[in-house]
């Protein structure tokens, strides 16, 4: 059985350094073809894609974010995401998600999600 | 990268089938076959109802079916019940910069 819960602050100061640990279960990083990605979502709005670590340890960050975006796997069932220079717009719950992939390199979705936690940036 | 165009709200009498679109570029949706549908509660996180444009996971309703023609995708609910009242959003991988964006979000309202 999978899953993933999601730790850190729940407010973080403008310009201050967030970050969060993904603690999974049921898998390994170590597995070929799977991985843990990161996404938020600020109240009320849609999905928002941050970043993604594979395992054979590349690492793949969205565009608009890729500067303040650092993803470490702790090689303990965890995995961390550092977001640097947080701002009121970053507020958000920021979800960790199990990702697969085929040989075939289908699959390629999040199929498992962590519960969320939200992080709130004052303003 | 945009956001996947999705329509705001689709509403539906229970039984009834809908259809939630999602738009795309030939650059993420119309270049891969890999769109997913996520279902979200509110205060809940997303859960996978279709991967790969169509798949179905295992243990989700079959009344749930993904489609694509060019670079929109959709969704269908047949048998519209109570408890599909819900946000749902699409994602496409995009290739190997922006690698995946996400759709705007519908609400589904059961009338």
């Known amino acids: 059985q999978i899953t993933l819960k999601e730790s850190g602050p729940t407010l973080v100061e403008p310009t201050e350094t967030l970050t969060l640990t993904c603690t999974f279960s049921g898998f390994s990083l170590n597995t070929g073809r799977v991985g843990v990605g990161w996404i938020r979502q600020p109240p009320g709005k849609a999905l928002e894609w941050l970043a993604l670590?594979?395992?054979?340890?590349?690492k793949r960050y969205s565009p608009s974010l890729k500067s303040r975006l650092t993803l470490t796997d702790t090689s303990k069932n965890q995995v961390v995401l550092i977001m640097t220079n947080m701002d009121p717009v970053d507020t958000a719950t920021y979800y960790c998600a199990h990702w697969f992939s085929r040989p075939s390199g289908s699959g390629k979705t999040f199929d498992y999600w962590g519960q969320g936690t939200l992080v709130t940036v004052p303003s | 990268q945009s956001a996947l165009t999705q329509p705001a709200s689709v509403s539906g009498s229970p039984g009834q089938s809908i259809t939630i679109s999602c738009t795309g570029t030939?650059?993420?949706?119309?270049?891969?076959?890999?769109v997913s549908w996520y279902q979200q509660y509110p205060g809940k996180a997303p859960k996978l109802m279709i991967y790969e444009d169509s798949n179905r996971p295992s243990g989700i309703s079959n009344r749930f079916s993904g489609s694509k023609s060019g670079n929109t995708a959709s969704l269908t609910i047949s048998g519209l019940q109570a408890e599909d009242e819900a946000d749902y959003y699409c994602s496409s991988y995009a290739g190997s910069i922006t690698r995946y964006v996400f759709g705007t979000g519908t609400r589904v309202t059961v009338l």
């Open positions: 030939s650059s993420d949706v119309g270049s891969y076959n890999l």
């Open positions: 670590i594979y395992w054979d340890g590349d």
